[in-house]
Structure formats: structure tokens, C-alpha cells
């Protein structure tokens, strides 16, 4: 018998129903989550491991990215409406926003080192640079790891869903 939801916003996994508070969860959980969790791991993985600060972003995004998959597979498993209710389009709302912000520093002080400090690789040399990264690439970054997490967990399921019906082969 396979294992009933934690939690059930619906009445079965595959209803078209889109509960809106489980929408508006997964909207706080994918960005704000990742944001939380990602730093937690990212700060505990540099100070353990001596990490220079030269060298915080191959630690940052692979972290986050992680941490991002990691809860959005763990949701769909908990919520299994997540699918359908937007946790595949999780990602349009941060990408959207840290893409108008990009856009709007670009068309007023164009590509300069600062941009690609503040947004895109943190440059400790050059001072109050990073915020960008932190609460605009870095919760897109995550949120977009969220929906594949989402996705791949529904395809694991489906999978081994059709692999239990399957008869065993002829001998």
C-alpha cells in the first residue's frame, strides 16, 4: 500500500484544484526557505572548512542549489499537490524580480565590477558589495532548484507507481 501525505490540501494528487494556501506557501517556502537554509549550510561549510572569502562563491551557489532541491522534493512529498498547485512556476516570481532589479542597475550605471559584485560573483575587495547576490540571486538560484525538486519527486513517484503495477516478466 503505498504511503499516504503528511498533509493533504485536496482530495487526491491528481486533482486540477489549485489550493490557494498551499500556493502561497510554496511562494514564502522556495526563496525565503532557500535563503534561510542556504545560508545556514553555506556559513557553516566556509567556517569548518577555512573556506577563503575569495572563494565563497563556489561554495554559495552548489549549496544553494542543493538546499533549494532538497525542499522542494521534500515538499512535494509532504504536500503531494505541490505540482499542481505552481510548485513547477515557483521560480517565475524571484527570477522576475532579480531580473527587473538587473535590468534597472544596468540601464543606470551599466555592467560595471560593482554590478557583477553586488549580483552576480561577491568581490570582498570592493566594500558593501554581496547584497545583491543575497536577496536577489542567490533566493532565484534557490527557488529555481525548488521546482525541479518538485518535478523530479512527482517523476520518481510516477515511476515507481507504474513499476509496482507492472506484471513480472514471462520466464
Given at each position: 500500500m503505498p504511503a499516504q501525505p503528511y498533509f493533504s490540501f485536496g482530495s487526491s494528487c491528481d486533482t486540477a484544484s489549485s489550493p490557494v494556501a498551499l500556493f502561497l506557501l510554496q511562494q514564502i517556502i522556495a526563496p525565503v526557505g532557500g535563503l534561510v537554509l542556504g545560508g545556514f549550510f553555506s556559513s557553516t561549510?566556509?567556517?569548518?572548512?577555512?573556506?577563503?572569502?575569495?572563494w565563497a562563491n563556489w561554495v554559495w551557489y552548489p549549496t544553494f542549489c542543493m538546499v533549494g532541491f532538497l525542499i522542494g522534493n521534500r515538499t512535494q512529498t509532504f504536500f503531494p499537490l505541490a505540482r499542481t498547485t505552481g510548485g513547477r512556476w515557483v521560480w517565475i516570481a524571484p527570477v522576475a524580480t532579480a531580473a527587473m532589479?538587473?535590468?534597472?542597475?544596468?540601464?543606470s550605471d551599466g555592467i560595471t565590477d560593482r554590478f557583477i559584485s553586488n549580483f552576480i560573483v561577491w568581490n570582498p575587495q570592493i566594500p558593501d558589495s554581496g547584497l545583491g547576490i543575497l536577496f536577489?540571486?542567490?533566493?532565484a538560484v534557490s527557488s529555481c532548484s525548488y521546482s525541479i525538486g518538485v518535478v523530479t519527486q512527482r517523476r520518481i513517484r510516477e515511476c515507481w507507481k507504474d513499476r509496482r503495477h507492472t506484471p513480472p516478466p514471462l520466464k
Open positions: 561549510i566556509i567556517s569548518t572548512f577555512h573556506v577563503q572569502l575569495d532589479v538587473f535590468v534597472s542597475v544596468i540601464v536577489f540571486t542567490l533566493p
